[in-house]
């Protein structure tokens, strides 16, 4: 199956089951390591030289970038269909993993006098981030592919860090929105 005008560079033979279950679960990897880079310096808080703010810019966001463009790599091979296939399944499994690690810090905190919010009004808040997490991978994977289609690995690196990094501002916006306010009951005089 061909896409319909596409370059000839695009038309694959590439995209059964296990092509996009690769395209997909590579992207993902890497996403684990940066997350697990990530929980490794929020615990030690130091990491050789660096704190753990600098160890995140420094470490944990170009691994975390790194994600589209594995994905564009891998998805250039493939369809555009199957293509758009695998970066819904990315979007999905990443977003579902965020959303619930999101949900769960959220609803975990130890107060005092009790947690303002219940577990079921963080739920929705959580889906919506874990689903920006996950489609700033996605997007800028897709991104990345079509600007590399004609065979330039520099435009996907290139297309693809920079939607990358422009979903993680958008995330972190949106996530503010949410999640900003009082976590804690207070006590009433």
């Known amino acids: 199956m061909t896409d319909v005008g596409a370059a000839p560079a695009e038309v694959s033979s590439h995209g059964g089951l296990?092509?996009?279950?690769?395209?997909?679960?590579a992207p993902v990897a890497v996403a684990a390591v940066s997350w697990v880079l990530w929980r490794i310096s929020d615990?030690?808080?130091?990491?050789?030289?660096?704190?753990?703010?600098?160890?995140?810019?420094?470490?944990?966001i170009p691994i975390w970038l790194a994600v589209p463009v594995v994905a564009a790599f891998l998805w250039r091979r493939l369809t555009r269909p199957?293509?758009?296939?695998?970066?819904?399944?990315?979007?999905?499994?990443?977003?579902?993993?965020?959303?619930?690690?999101?949900?769960r810090a959220t609803t975990a905190i130890d107060c005092q006098f009790g947690p303002a919010y219940g577990p079921e009004a963080r739920a929705p808040q959580?889906?919506?981030?874990?689903?920006?997490?996950?489609?700033?991978?996605?997007?800028?994977?897709?991104?990345?592919?079509?600007?590399?289609i004609r065979g330039?690995?520099?435009?996907?690196?290139?297309?693809?860090v920079a939607v990358g990094f422009a979903m993680i501002w958008v995330t972190i916006l949106v996530a503010a929105g949410f999640l900003a306010g009082p976590?804690?009951?207070r006590p009433t005089i």
């Open 183 to 185: 976590g804690c009951n």
């Open 18 to 25: 296990r092509d996009i279950v690769v395209a997909v679960l």
């Open 82 to 103: 199957h293509a758009i296939e695998a970066a819904v399944a990315l979007n999905v499994v990443i977003g579902a993993v965020a959303a619930w690690l999101l949900w």
């Open 43 to 60: 615990t030690l808080l130091y990491v050789g030289l660096l704190d753990r703010a600098q160890f995140a810019w420094g470490v944990v």
């Open 152 to 160: 330039r690995a520099w435009r996907i690196v290139i297309g693809a």
């Open 126 to 148: 959580a889906i919506v981030v874990g689903a920006l997490i996950g489609l700033g991978p996605a997007l800028g994977g897709l991104v990345g592919r079509r600007l590399g």
